[in-house]
């Protein structure tokens, strides 16, 4: 149960490190958004990033061309190297799968399930001390991991 929460959120971790950091993914978001003030007469500062899920969507009235088509190409004109993006955001996927609420309702029980072990530890130490100490390390042990999954 451990590694269905810490893995997506490592993937997250690095999808987040890699749009920020990523030449690539901010290339296309300049020309998506000079190419979108263009087309709409704005001058936006920005946009949401889901829009550009739809640039492959959006096409041209003369050659059927998405915008992302055209985007790409204007980037590579400028003689600019690109990464490939469905390499650097590889976890990408893993991400959009996970559902976050779930992730910290699971991080949740984790947590009521340690605390109620730790009251069951309480009553076991009156009777067995080999017993008590051998679930004492667990629980702080788990307790620990679960602290730290929730950084």
């Given at each position: ?11 997250l ?9 990523s ?18 007469g ?12 739809k ?54 029980k ?12 309480k ?9 008590h ?19």
């Amino acid at each position: 149960m451990e590694d269905e929460i810490t893995q997506p959120l490592k993937c997250l971790a690095k999808v987040i490190d890699k749009v920020k950091t990523s030449n690539t993914f901010r290339l296309i978001s300049s020309y998506t958004l000079v190419i979108g003030n263009l087309l709409n007469g704005t001058s936006s500062k920005g946009f949401q990033l889901d829009y550009l899920t739809k640039l492959r969507d959006v096409k041209d009235t003369q050659t059927k061309k998405s915008l992302l088509h055209h985007i790409v190409r204007n980037i590579l004109e400028g003689d600019v190297v690109m990464e490939d993006m469905a390499k650097e955001f590889e976890d990408f996927g893993i991400v959009s799968r996970t559902n976050i609420d779930e992730l910290q309702s699971s991080l949740g029980k984790m947590e009521d399930e340690c605390k109620r072990s730790m009251g069951y530890l309480k009553i076991v130490a009156k009777y067995e001390e080999d017993t008590h100490q051998m679930i004492n390390v667990f629980l702080v042990d788990a307790t620990k991991r679960i602290l730290n999954m929730k950084k």
